[in-house]
């Protein structure tokens, strides 16, 4: 199993620039889902961000695993997360973020809830080649009452769409916000996850 612990390390393409440990300053921690479908890019983007080593759980993919996982679309894939992604990301002297990715497959179901509990929200990871696979996780965070952003992943290939049609076909509510993003890119994953902190603050401060 491909695993290894935040203390082991930087990450050798990205290190830390304040090391592994955190700032003394930190005052708030915020549990960070990182979900969709399988094969959707999670891990890429929780390994993009992190600061610290990320922890993997992946295994390579079995024959037997092709009977239940859909490979359509995602062609070169041999290895799927089992378990969870961890990473972290301190956006402020003060805010950090613990990023949670969920395996995407419907028989992790429920590993998935038990990594959800005490997540302040979530941000889906979406395939425009695949839109439809992205409605399981969708209902599963609706049913735990946990708010969510979404984010079309980048892949090459795959067909864009209009912003409004995107949403019509994930049948997003209105302030749901919805937004591009390339999970290999930091600029572009680091916005993704600072539109959704956003947007989950402005939701705090509307229900107080």
């Given at each position: 199993?491909?695993?290894?612990?935040?203390?082991?390390g930087?990450?050798?393409?990205?290190?830390?620039?304040?090391?592994?440990y955190?700032?003394?300053?930190?005052?708030?921690?915020?549990?960070?889902?990182?979900?969709g479908?399988?094969?959707?890019?999670?891990?890429?983007?929780?390994?993009?961000?992190?600061?610290?080593?990320?922890?993997?759980?992946?295994?390579?993919?079995?024959?037997?695993?092709?009977?239940v996982?859909?490979?359509?679309?995602?062609?070169?894939?041999?290895?799927?997360?089992?378990?969870?992604?961890?990473?972290?990301?301190?956006?402020?002297?003060?805010?950090?973020?613990?990023?949670?990715?969920?395996?995407?497959?419907?028989?992790?179901?429920?590993?998935?809830?038990?990594?959800?509990?005490?997540?302040?929200?979530?941000?889906?990871?979406?395939?425009?080649?695949?839109?439809?696979?992205?409605?399981?996780?969708?209902?599963?965070?609706e049913?735990?009452?946990?708010p969510?952003?979404?984010?079309?992943?980048?892949?090459?290939g795959?067909?864009?769409?209009?912003?409004?049609?995107?949403?019509?076909?994930?049948?997003?509510?209105?302030?749901?916000?919805?937004?591009?993003?390339?999970?290999?890119?930091?600029?572009?994953?680091?916005?993704?996850?600072?539109?959704?902190?956003?947007?989950?603050?402005?939701?705090?401060?509307?229900?107080?």
């Amino acid at each position: 199993m491909a695993s290894v612990l935040a203390s082991d390390g930087l990450a050798p393409d990205r290190p830390a620039p304040h090391g592994v440990y955190l700032r003394d300053t930190v005052r708030t921690a915020v549990k960070l889902l990182i979900v969709g479908p399988f094969a959707v890019g999670k891990t890429t983007f929780v390994g993009t961000l992190s600061e610290i080593r990320p922890l993997r759980t992946e295994e390579t993919m079995t024959q037997a695993g092709a009977l239940v996982d859909d490979l359509a679309g995602v062609d070169g894939k041999n290895t799927t997360t089992v378990a969870l992604d961890f990473g972290r990301l301190t956006l402020s002297d003060e805010l950090v973020l613990y990023l949670f990715g969920a395996p995407g497959q419907q028989r992790f179901t429920r590993v998935w809830k038990d990594i959800a509990y005490g997540s302040l929200g979530a941000l889906v990871l979406v395939d425009t080649r695949r839109l439809e696979q992205s409605f399981e996780v969708m209902s599963l965070l609706e049913e735990l009452r946990i708010p969510y952003a979404v984010a079309v992943n980048s892949f090459d290939g795959a067909p864009a769409f209009p912003a409004e049609e995107l949403r019509d076909a994930l049948d997003l509510l209105p302030g749901t916000p919805l937004m591009s993003c390339d999970a290999r890119d930091v600029t572009s994953s680091t916005q993704a996850l600072v539109t959704l902190v956003e947007y989950l603050l402005t939701r705090n401060q509307e229900t107080e």
